[in-house]
């Protein structure tokens, strides 16, 4: 399985057959035509468990934990689908996020990408995000890059707090630490990771 996701990477897309949930998508939405599209979880599974794909995408853009929830759930599905369980799965998302990721690479999804929410043209940036080559999304390679003691603690339905836990969770963790330092290889040269304080 994982070696026929690889195989996929290394190869021209041009030829190949994919898959693509939109989250953002309304029903009639032309922005991507040369794909096959699904505009719900229904639609992608169904699909999915019809046809055959080399690739399936999902361009996700969750608002809440719930959303996210149903991105996991939604992944577990098509895995475990008889049909479509060997399909790659390739997620597309709007932020850097370990707990999550951690749950995809539980429900075997192989790929990650990253795209930016606030830009107004990330559906035409779409075709970009789906070029080969994506040795570098696995999303094993993306968490070697993240910090494992970035903790997640939920404050609403739509917001959560991060917070360092080599320095005992009280170290709030701000946007452009996260960009710089946490969520980057660079997390290793961070005093805290190297010598984390205990509790």
Do not use: W
Request: aromatic fraction near 10%; include cysteine.
């Amino acid at each position: 399985m994982q070696q026929e996701g690889r195989q996929f990477m290394q190869t021209d897309n041009r030829n190949y057959k994919i898959l693509l949930y939109n989250s953002t998508l309304e029903p009639d939405d032309q922005v991507l035509d040369e794909f096959a599209s699904a505009n719900s979880p229904a639609a992608c599974i169904q699909k999915a468990t019809i046809n055959t794909y080399d690739l399936i995408a999902i361009f996700h853009n969750y608002r809440s934990l719930k959303e996210r929830f149903a991105l996991v759930e939604l992944c577990s599905i098509l895995k475990q689908s008889n049909h479509a369980g060997h399909i790659p799965l390739l997620c597309l998302l709007p932020s850097i996020h370990r707990g999550l990721l951690e749950q995809l690479q539980n429900a075997q999804v192989e790929y990650a990408r990253f795209y930016d929410p606030g830009d107004p043209n990330s559906k035409d940036n779409l075709k970009s995000l789906l070029t080969i080559p994506f040795e570098d999304c696995t999303i094993e390679k993306i968490l070697s890059g993240i910090c494992p003691h970035i903790n997640y603690f939920p404050i609403s339905r739509h917001q959560e707090m991060l917070y360092c836990g080599a320095y005992r969770n009280r170290l709030v963790l701000g946007p452009h630490r996260l960009r710089h330092s946490c969520e980057t290889i660079k997390h290793k040269s961070c005093q805290y990771f190297k010598c984390p304080k205990g509790s």
